[in-house]
């Protein structure tokens, strides 16, 4: 079966400048794919390059089989979706109007959404149970509401693959639990999810496997139990850490 | 989709309501005049009777004058919207970005050298067009690239280029002839409006506002900002260029048909904003409605209130620059109510 993403010594950067190079990476559907690593590692950079946004310095990105960076932007969305960090539009769009935005990749280019997209809108939003917000206006959401509306435009979207920036960055204890139900039960339904996160705890329970970027290039590359080990993440953050089991079998790590 | 409140008038009751408001505004605009004419009179003129000076003034000169004024508000207050948009910023428009001291300038140059109208337009679209494009290069090869008061600046800068330009074509036009027309008309004015200006611009107008009414939902994604707009499925850098070229095109056709009138690209905007919220699919349509019948009024005003006519960029700038800093006192909130 083709991977829905995959990257083949890739190194990505600005200008001429490599920011993170030798990253082989494969995303096959229903995997959660985790990067951790420090501040300014190149995190958001890969992300960009991943998403053709920025060209690759070197190597090759191929999406769902075919090489991303000739593919039109339609073409690109159908089967790559993204959920920035946070909101950058200062309108005040509803939040209904901004998950129907998820379904441009579908339409013509003269085409507006109608009754189809707007039951595929509030359906994404009723899977993530936020389908009372619809009228609302964005900017008198909190963050973990925004933050949903975002997931649920990208669920909107029908791509097989979801970039997701530090989806939980910035949101409070339940609504961390809360995203990352959504992204779970995303993964259940085929989608593979690749996700940025500074919560090594929250790698564990959401991912399969894990990506660790550092120093410019990547760590180690593989399955969680195998990547994320107390000598791997301390030479990470360059901090000592420790890695426990818990009883439920959920990994815990320790400054 | 369910319906959404917005604050004065529901989504249903928008367009009717927009529609009556430039049917009146219309209607005022053939009626008030040095020659009156009565509703009456207008009725019977149409219906191709009435007396022979009603219908010559009817036909020949208020009714095109209206149709040019209303031409002109539609034209400017669609290009601000979608200088807007494109730009996502509230406070440029065709005149702060110089685009109509740019297309002026061509204009000026054409009756200077007695070109024909549709030379003329061709002109104002070209150095209108320079101009933006001067701008935009500039402001993005500044340090702080494309940042907004830059951008306003650089606008500033070639628009001051440019207005020499003009000064220089004055001097060295006939000071019988040329002169006093160019200069009226670099005020603003649609009192020589004949039925063969309108009939020159009307095409290129059309033609810069068909892709923008076509495209207008695809073009509301880009207040999201380029990288989110292209991983949504939007050729976002190629939309904002096509943006850019249609609203540079009908504010060229504006300013050659009828000179500079400033503020209409950055007022009505924002008047149609508070009544349809950013979506641009609802807000371009609405703008350029309440573009067209602002136009027609203040057109109307210009050639009642006073023995002589008054410069519609005389009474655009009354309007307008109050209204300019009242955005700048409400800063950036503009966008997000």
Known sequence: MTPLLQARGLTVGHGNRPVLSGIDLTLEPGQVLCLLGPNGAGKTTLFRTLLGLLPPLSGEILLEGRPL?????????????????????????????????????????????????IARAMAAMGALGIAG???????RLSGGQRQMILIARALAQGARTVVMDEPTASLDFANRIRVGQAIRSMADRG?????????????????????LVGRGRVLASGKI????????????YDIPVRREELSDGALHFRG | MPPFRRCWVTERSLAPLLLAG????????????????????????LAGGGDAQSATVLWNIRLPRVFAAALVGAALAAAGTAYQTAFRNPLVSPDILGVSAGAGFGAVLGILLGLPVLAIQLTGFATGLATVALVLVLSFSLRGGGQVLVMVLCGIA?????????SLVKLLADPEQQLPAITFWLMGSLAGAKRTDVAAALPAIVA?????????????????????AKTLGV????????????????????????GVVGWIGLMVPHMARLLTGPRFDRLLPAATLIGAGFMVLVDTAARSIAQMEVPLGILTAVLGAPVFVWLLARGSRGWAE
């Open chain 1, 69 to 117: 960076a000739p593919m039109p932007r339609t073409e690109v969305a159908r089967a790559l979706a993204h959920v920035p960090q946070s909101l950058s539009t200062p309108f005040a769009f509803r939040a209904l109007e901004l998950v129907l935005m998820g379904a441009s990749a579908h339409l013509g280019p003269f085409a507006r959404p109608g009754r189809a997209e």
């Open chain 2, 208 to 228: 810069g506002l068909m892709p923008l009414v076509l495209l207008r939902w695809r073009i509301g994604l880009l207040a999201l900002g380029n990288d989110e």
């Open chain 1, 225 to 236: 139990a195998e990547v994320m080990t107390d000598t791997k993440l301390s030479t990470l």
């Open chain 2, 158 to 166: 070639v628009g001051a280029l440019a207005g020499a330009g003009i």
């Open chain 1, 191 to 211: 989608t593979a999810v690749i996700l940025s996160t500074h919560d090594p705890d929250q790698a564990a329970a959401l991912g399969e496997c894990a990506l």
């Open chain 2, 22 to 45: 430039l049917a009146l505004a219309l209607l005022a605009g053939i009626a008030i005049g040095p020659f009156p004419l009565s509703l009456r009179r207008i009725a019977e003129v």
């Open chain 1, 133 to 139: 917000l619809a009228g609302e206006e964005i900017t």
């Open chain 2, 235 to 258: 050729e976002a850098t190629r939309l904002r260029l096509l943006i850019i070229a249609c609203a540079t095109l009908m504010t060229s056709a504006a300013v050659s048909m009828a």
